[in-house]
């Protein structure tokens, strides 16, 4: 008897016989050892290959024959692995080591569909004793199967169409029908679909061709009709390398050298949070008080806030404009600082702001307050209620 695992047993006494090639019988001769070990090496490499699926089927017509490593001389409920030669087309048969043809099954008393085994994949089954068949261990679902997954499509029919893309070349599609073509080609594309309506024939403007910016790299150009693309944190919804590794947004710096406002114009409506910086900001009144008003449609608001401001033991509330300082400035003052304004929700804005008048011992200004606005914003002004700026300069940061 050739050496063979799928004829030992399970009961270790039983065993002393149960193979010619290997003899661990009570009171073996020394000279047996090696010759046993070596022949058990033999028989479970040969049972790895057979579970890995080392042979490939023979056979046709949805009947498999199996030859395994080592041979199994009656079937045993063992994992045994095989190579599909074809595909089956219906109820299929498993003939293992000319054991005779047994039913090949994904469950018990279920005959196989078409496709369930594939030509070329490999399988794992074991022996069901209580109802002789071969059943598989690693069964494909039928919604994956090759047919309709991996392979050719076949000819059929789309139903319940709504929200297929038709806004390049095609018309005709509405909410209807979509016939597709098993073998799509130039020529016949034109008429692969019909609609629900049955007002005529899915019409393609141009041949279809797959283009490299799909695929591959990119080329120059222009994106259109791109609506629904997210563009919060880009400045003006432009997006340049440069932007997206850019956080923070800087306006262009504007002298405060003449006139009673500077206004900081078309801030994006997506912006959070705007900080205005002051440096060596200076007006000609000795009785001026500074303001950041903030607005909508590109005009400033003047009414509407609740602001106070604290310059040490001078404190001053105002209603028409974030109010910068709790006492007037001197004239030829110098003040540094930032302003920042930050977005609470919606069109609701509130204000914090720490400046220094560098021409004076003391004269550090804190101040806070909050706006509601009809809209988005879109401009900033800093302006004095006294004189008019005589030096300095002033920039907006926002993100």
């Known amino acids: 008897m050739a050496t063979s695992v799928y004829s030992w047993s399970t009961t270790a006494g039983t065993n002393a016989t149960a193979d ?7 009171g073996m001769l020394p000279s047996a050892v090696n010759d ?14 057979d579970q890995g699926g080392y042979a490939a089927t023979t056979g046709s017509s949805n009947t498999y024959v199996l030859a395994l490593s080592q041979t199994m001389s009656s079937a045993v409920p063992a994992l045994i692995g095989f190579r599909a030669n074809h595909t089956n087309t219906g109820a299929a048969t498993l003939n293992v080591d000319s054991l005779g043809a047994q039913p090949l ?11 369930d085994i594939v030509s070329g994949c490999n399988y794992l089954v074991t022996w069901n004793s209580s109802s002789s068949e071969w059943l598989l261990v690693n069964p494909m679902p039928s919604a994956l199967r090759a047919s309709s997954v991996l392979g050719t499509p076949a000819s059929g029919t789309l139903t319940n169409c709504t929200g297929l893309p038709v806004s390049t070349g095609v018309s005709g599609l509405g909410t209807g029908v979509a016939t597709f073509l ?31 910016p799909i695929l591959g790299t990119p080329t120059s150009g222009t994106l259109t009709n791109c609506t629904g693309l997210p563009t919060a944190g880009l400045v003006d919804a432009a997006v340049t ?9 800087t306006a262009t ?3 405060s050298t ?19 910086t002051f440096s060596a900001v200076s007006t000609s009144s000795s009785s001026a008080s500074l303001f950041v008003l903030v607005g909508t449609g590109g005009t400033p608001t003047s009414s509407g806030y609740s602001s106070r401001a604290f310059t040490f033991s001078a404190n001053a509330a105002s209603s028409s404009g974030f109010l910068l300082s709790g006492a007037a400035t001197a004239a030829g003052s110098s003040i540094h600082g930032h302003v920042t304004l930050t977005n609470l929700t919606s069109n609701t804005w ?45 920039n907006i940061h926002y993100d």
């Open 20 to 26: 010619a090639n290997v003899n661990w019988a009570e």
């Open 36 to 49: 046993s070990a070596r022949a058990m090496m033999a028989a479970l490499a040969a049972m790895i290959r």
């Open 105 to 115: 099954r994904m469950q018990t008393g279920v005959a196989l569909s078409a496709n």
């Open 182 to 212: 098993a073998t799509p080609s130039s020529a016949n594309l034109a008429a692969a679909v019909t609609d629900e309506t049955g007002t005529g024939a899915l019409v393609l403007a141009n041949t279809p061709t797959l283009v490299t």
């Open 241 to 249: 390398p440069t932007k997206m590794s850019q956080p923070f947004t």
């Open 253 to 255: 710096a504007q002298a």
């Open 258 to 276: 003449s006139g009673t406002s500077i206004d900081f114009t078309s801030i994006p409506s997506w912006v959070k949070r705007i900080v205005v």
């Open 350 to 394: 509130v204000c914090s702001s720490v400046l220094i008048d560098t021409s004076v011992n003391v004269a550090t200004s804190f101040s806070g307050g909050t706006v509601s606005l009809a809209g988005a914003l879109d401009i900033v002004r800093v302006q004095t209620n006294a004189g008019s700026f005589d030096a300095g300069n002033l």
